[in-house]
């Protein structure tokens, strides 16, 4: 394992060093390597002024982004944030420090940190500074506010949702205060930008242990998500379903594929899939339960949910797709299954069938062959992806070109006589060669 003393970002701190100034390594990748792990961004901080960071590295290309708050950025590969040592003052609306303070003091800076595991600096000699316990804690594996956390919650309600963001991750446990008081200041939540909530929960959802922390933590996570308490406890009233929909939702979830389930956008149709489920539910004579439309609804709360959060339009739509169609019927078919590709294209149409398979899992009655039939439908898939079959008019062995060389007008009609070429194809009724596609066409 790498260690932060060895890296080529070592050479910021001695730079600065052997100008005068203290420096050191700090938050998540002196955090990340005690806990033994890869350690990512390298945040550096520094009784060193803006201006004397952007000074000591005149050589260098810096930008200066946040240098209101006392951050440069170096450029060195990566780009690196030197931030001067400073206290955050009050935050007044629950979102931005009134006024940002440089200070000389490392253990105040420290002081102004969320937690503790982020509240621990490194010199270039990887000796530590931890006025928290913050060692001690990683070690235990517990999440702890610095200092009182309800005036810290109380500062910056993002903290709330950094709490549960690194538990998903890390598996580490929320220490009893700090998770009391994370349940009584959860409505602060609503203050903080839609921006920032989104950037931590899509860190959140993709963590290792994210569907342990949603089902603890559903009521905090419900003042953003009111979708999430409405799916808790509901139950389906279905043979068919073992879990109420919010647990078989989280099953879902913590279902997905592992090689999917670094893509956020995978984790949140899982997620979401069924979150239309309470509004559609429909009891019939004998009491079982029916959700008649519920992957529309479910469509309809997810994107809503999304687009509340600031979410990029990729995620919205691509949830979207995977959600309305996460009921979709495969069956070992190279007809059917043709016919999907051409309608989804391969990527989507796999995910769809990951969120499915991951849904049948998730009833918590899936048999061995189901589970069978799952592996037979992606190899014929697979099949036709290998062999190149056609499946959409790109891949017929004639073009619209070649149909305006036969004389025919450009326009509509060209597309509606590929659509007929590509049909037939489909259906095994003319090979995909170009005489006999010539041929079918100068006959109809
Ligand atoms: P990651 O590994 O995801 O980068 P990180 O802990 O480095 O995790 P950053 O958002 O990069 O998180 O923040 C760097 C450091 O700044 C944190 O470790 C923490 O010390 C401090 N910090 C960040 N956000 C806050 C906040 N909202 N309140 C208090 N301190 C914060
Ligand atoms: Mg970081």
């Not at 105040?108 to 621990?120: P, S």
């Not at 910056?156 to 994370?182: C, N, Q, V």
């Amino acid at each position: 394992m790498k260690k932060l003393t060895e890296t080529s970002e070592k050479r910021i701190l001695t730079m600065l060093e052997d100008a005068g100034y203290e420096a050191y390594f700090v938050g998540g990748c002196v955090r990340d390597s005690l806990r033994g792990g890869d350690f990512g961004d390298v945040d550096i901080t520094t009784n060193a002024r803006p201006e004397d960071i952007k000074r000591v590295f005149s050589g260098w290309s810096t930008i200066d982004t946040g240098i209101k708050h006392g951050t440069v950025m170096v450029v060195m590969g990566t780009n690196v944030e030197v931030t001067t040592y400073r206290s955050d003052g009050i935050y007044s609306d629950n979102r931005h420090p009134d006024k940002v303070e440089f200070i000389t003091s490392l253990k105040e800076d420290l002081g102004r940190r969320d937690f503790t595991m982020n509240a621990i600096a490194m010199d270039s000699w990887g000796n530590l500074t931890d006025p928290f316990g913050g060692e001690e804690d990683i070690k235990a594996g517990v999440i702890r506010a610095v200092g009182n956390s309800q005036k810290r919650f109380e500062e910056d309600a993002l903290r709330i949702m950094r709490a549960l963001r690194f538990a998903a991750a890390l598996g580490f446990a929320i220490e009893p205060e700090t998770e009391e008081e994370l349940f009584r200041s959860k409505e602060l939540l609503s203050k903080v930008s839609a921006e920032r909530i989104y950037a931590e929960f899509k860190k959140l959802i993709i963590g290792k242990f994210a569907g342990q922390v949603i089902r603890k933590y559903a009521d905090v996570l419900g003042q953003l998500m009111p979708e999430l308490v409405a799916m808790k406890g509901f139950s389906q009233c279905n043979p068919y379903h073992k879990y109420d929909v919010l647990e078989h939702c989280l099953r879902t979830m913590e279902a997905v594929r592992t090689d999917k389930s670094n893509k956020a956008y995978m984790r949140m149709a899982a997620l979401f899939h069924d979150a239309g489920k309470p509004s559609t539910f429909f009891k019939d004579e004998e009491g079982v339960g029916h959700f008649y439309g519920h992957p529309a609804k479910s469509k309809e709360l997810a994107c809503g949910l999304l687009k509340r959060m600031k979410a990029d339009g990729f995620t919205v739509e691509r949830v979207g797709v995977l959600v309305k169609n996460h009921d979709l019927l495969f069956e070992r078919n190279g007809k059917l299954l043709k016919r999907r590709l051409n309608k989804f294209g391969p990527e989507i149409l796999l995910e769809i069938l990951d969120i499915k398979e991951a849904d049948n899992f998730a009833t918590g009655n899936m048999s061995s062959d189901l589970g069978a039939k799952f592996k037979d439908v992606r190899c014929v898939i697979e099949k036709i992806l290998e062999e190149q079959q056609c499946f959409c008019i790109k891949h017929l062995a004639v073009s619209g070109k070649d149909l305006i060389g036969l004389g025919v007008e450009e326009g509509p009609e060209i597309g509606a006589i590929l659509d007929k070429l590509l049909e037939g194809v489909l259906e095994g009724r003319i090979p995909n060669k170009k005489d006999p596609l010539i041929e079918f066409i100068k006959r109809s």
